[in-house]
């Protein structure tokens, strides 16, 4: 009985889904299908990396030197050797590629999303905040926000990263080197968010219903977070997008200097910096592979973001 | 024979899964030097009819039937090279709100030499020339030096005027001017609209009028059309139309306007609003808000038809007015 | 107009203080200067004298003070690895950096405007549609990515460019050396380059290509039509310098950005440049190198986005900078 009642509610969201501008858009737009399609993929075995790897990419004691730069199963170079266990061959410690990636995605897509969270909390939090209280606190944070947003984050990251690393030493620098990466990402965009966030606090404050829920005695907080919050919900939808994006590219760009991920616990950053050496004898794999992986995520996540960008925003939309 | 002769204009607007009519079946005439008022509420299609004489319908509008003849051509069959030699010299336009229709990092000399040179071999010291005389038409002080100036260095109705010397740049002999003062302060707005009628009057120019306001066509202009929701329900001369209105809706139009309120009195609005341009009802477009209205405006579309001193789109216009010979039926 | 200067250059003095505090307090924090002094062999009696003779027991403020100063004179310590004044080793890198820079700006300023300019006006053309393709997929790749990926088709696998480093630039003044005298020198810096321009490259035709679409849709352009002006006015004098204007502003702040990204590239291509450099000062803990780079870049960023801001207060006739100032 629950069963049935329960699919039919479930039918009628995909109605409504379908009759949604979003979901016509979506589903008459194949671009937007496909990086779903693919974005749900990747996510899917990222989620479930441990159960769908043949090796423990962490384990050392899965990983024979002997086995080294075996390429993948399909290319039969004239002095590359292969092996039916190496789908997409090994990496120069004979780590099998095949799990390392899977592991590496699992990883580069954690620190974007949890970054990007964070952006986010930041972000909405002194938005709101700004917008609400107005005055000089108002034009304090705003001024503090361009000058955030002047400085290149990678630019903040790459010197934070360096100056932690040569502070803590690099054993602990890599035991920790997640939550550095979350936390010099994640703090460093907020102004995003918080524009954005301001904004909309300050054309909603004028309205009257906001009047209403001060005369009814509602909280400040309570005010913000169930009634003005709801109105930035699509543009905050539409940047979280392309900071995933971001968030992923910087934490490649920075594991490929040596400032994210170690190589004994690779993103995939790090996976293609630890094969950029071999490209030169000929393993274009170990660099090439991960890289592919990256650009794909990147690259559905981005369509998927100004797919979501053209829907969404009313001022594209004449266009 | 009239200047401009627009016959069965229908417009109409590609949306996702549908088309929408925003225009229908617009017709009317305009004689050399004649000006004519469009009114109506917004969303009437006042403005399109401004914009699709000139070919200037954004997308997704375009033209879908009717024609547009001016002095002998037909423009709705012009390439765009022949329309540019219409546009701005034949024809020329005046945008609603002078606030956005300058361009803020051109200077107004840059803005009028352009196009006299776009239409006449002049050099740019003669434009310039030409363009301090028409300034000074307008009753712009110190013209020679508003040339160098920027859009925003100019006051609101200063900008509406130097618009409206652009407008009269080439000796056009029709103006279609959409809602000209709406955007400016009430003060300025009387001025603007006196500058107008005096330009036109002197130099013989034919003048669209687009406005909402009853008071300023009446001032303005020697005939009117009455548009709703895409077509037109009621046109004659606007003393006629002024004095006795025909048409429900001109009747509401005119009963709304403050001076016909006595103080303290309500102001009597049309209840409802205009329906949204996809959702047009069958029959009359005006029957869900006409207290005249019997079951017959629901399923017929009223045609224009003579009716006291216009043409007018009511079916029930006789019973209305008391003009018929048999015996009215309330019911 | 005075006023405005001013301000900004109060604004900028203000972000140049902060990066030096935070540069102070690494400098603080990293590193024994002792150590490097006199090593590890000295008594805690002889450590604690020379603490005090080199000033490192007094409070914060009077050692940041003491910092300031000295580095307002150029003095920004000395490299512990190449044992010569910090901000020598900096400046000698720099001119290969800027070359680096200069060749990617280059390139982006020459492909994005006209390919931003035409998706606009031509958003349903095939090729407009290819740039738009090829622009998401290029912002999708890491720079250092598309660095590696054009080593290996173009030294690698073809053999038409070299691999890495500067080849011999020709020496033009002072120290400064240039890749742009010959053809040699180009074939070394044009793979860099483009390494470098490929994330920008695509922002800027989409930055460019938004811009110009709201601007043609704008009431202007209309109006400009309903004067019969030609199209191609239209485009390029009323759209085009309303698109331009918001660009610029980006722009500067790119131009801070494509500092953070020449790291990267110059890592990939071992570019002797200050990029390359400041990875190598990390890796060895040389600290007055570190802190000295990030004084001159963040002086980078602060004097850009100055510049920036000036020239855009100039071009745009909108914005009144004598009135800015109040």
Known sequence: MSNVESNLHSQTRWQKFRASNLGYSFLSNKVAMISMAVFVAIVVMAVFA?????????????????????????????????????????????????????????????????????????????????????????????????????????????????????????????????????????????????????????????????????????????????????????????????????????????????????????????????????????????????????????????????????????????? | MSLLSVQGLTVKFAMRNNTVTALNDISFDIGQGERVGIVGESGAGKSITGFSILNLLSRPGYIAGGSIMFDGQDLTKLSDKQFRTIRGNRIAMIFQDPMVTLNPVLTIGQQMVEQLQAHRRVSRKDAEIIAVAKLREVYIPAPEERLKQYPHELSGGMRQRIVIAIALLLDPQLIIADEPTTALDVTIQADIMELLLELCESNNVSLILITHDLGVVSQMTQRMLVMYAGRIIETGGTREIINDPQHPYTQGLINALPQQTLPGEKLRQIPGNMPALSAIPPGCPFHP?????????????????????????????????????HKVDYA | ??????????????????????????????????????????????????????????????????????????????????????????????????????????????????????????????????????????????????????????????????????????????????????????????????ALSSIMLPLFIRLIRAEMLETLDSEYVKYAYAKGLQTRRIWFVHALKNTLLPVITVGGVQIGTMVAYTILTETVFQWPGMGFMFLEAVNRVDTPLIVAYLIVVGFIFVLTNTVVDLIYGLVNPTVNLSRMGA
Request: proline content about 5%.
């Open chain 3, 1 to 194: 107009m005075f006023a405005y200067l001013v301000k900004r250059l109060f604004q900028a003095a203000a972000v140049m203080f902060a990066i030096s505090i935070v540069a102070f307090a690494i400098q603080d924090n990293l590193g024994d200067p002792l150590r490097e002094l006199v090593g590890q062999s000295v008594s805690e009696e002889v450590r604690q004298q020379l603490r005090d003779e080199l000033g490192l027991n007094d409070s914060f403020i009077e050692q940041y003070l003491r910092f300031a100063g000295r580095a307002i004179q150029g003095d920004l310590g000395t490299s512990y690895f190449f044992k010569e004044p910090a901000l020598d080793v900096i400046l000698r890198k720099l001119p290969a950096t800027l070359e680096l820079v200069f060749g990617a700006t280059v390139i982006i300023i020459g492909l994005s405007i006209p390919l931003g300019v035409y998706t606009a006006i031509k958003p349903n053309s095939i090729f407009s549609k290819v740039v738009m393709g090829v622009s998401i997929i290029g912002i999708s790749i890491p720079v250092f990515l598309t660095a590696i990926l054009l080593i290996f088709f173009f030294a690698v696998e073809l053999r038409w460019l070299p691999s890495f480093g500067r080849g011999d630039p020709v020496h033009v003044f002072g120290y400064w050396e240039t890749n742009f005298a010959n053809w040699a020198g180009l074939r070394q810096i044009l793979l860099p380059s483009i």
């Open chain 2, 289 to 325: 808000r006409c207290g005249y209205a019997v079951p017959t405006c629901r399923t017929v579309r009223p045609e224009l038809r003579r009716h006291g001193g216009s043409d007018v789109a009511c079916i029930e216009v006789e019973r209305l007015h008391g003009t018929t010979p």
């Open chain 1, 50 to 319: 441990p159960l769908i790897a043949p090796f423990d990419p962490y384990d050392p004691r899965q990983q024979d030197i002997m086995n080294s730069e075996m390429a993948p199963i399909w290319w039969a170079g004239p002095r590359d050797f292969t092996d039916p266990q190496f789908i997409l061959g090994t990496d120069a410690q004979g780590r099998d590629l095949w799990s390392a990636i899977l592991y590496g995605t699992r990883l580069s897509l954690m620190i974007g999303v949890c970054a990007v969270a964070l952006q986010a909390f930041l972000g909405i939090s002194i938005g709101l905040i700004s917008g609400y209280v107005g005055g000089r606190t108002d034009s304090l944070l705003m001024r503090l926000a361009d000058i955030q947003l002047s400085f290149s984050t990678l630019m903040v990251a790459i010197i934070f990263l360096a100056v932690t690393q040569a502070l803590f030493g690099s054993e602990v620098f890599n035991r920790y080197a997640i939550f550095f990466l979350i936390a010099v990402i994640g703090v460093s965009e907020w102004p995003q968010y918080a524009r954005t966030v301001r904004a909309t606090v300050l054309a909603e404050k004028k309205k009257e219903y906001v009047d209403a829920a001060q005369v009814l005695g509602f909280g400040p907080i309570r005010i913000m977070v169930r009634h003005i919050l709801p109105n930035s919900v699509s543009p905050i939808f539409v940047i979280s997008t392309v900071q995933v994006a971001n968030a992923i590219i910087s934490e490649a760009s920075l594991s490929f200097l040596g400032l994210g991920m170690p190589v004994s616990q690779p993103s995939l950053g790090s996976l293609i910096s630890g094969g950029f050496e071999f490209i030169f004898s000929g393993s274009w794999w170990i660099t090439t592979i991960p890289g592919v992986v990256l650009v794909v995520l990147v690259l559905v996540i981005n369509l998927l973001g100004d797919w979501l960008r053209d829907v969404l925003n009313p001022k594209l939309y004449k266009g």
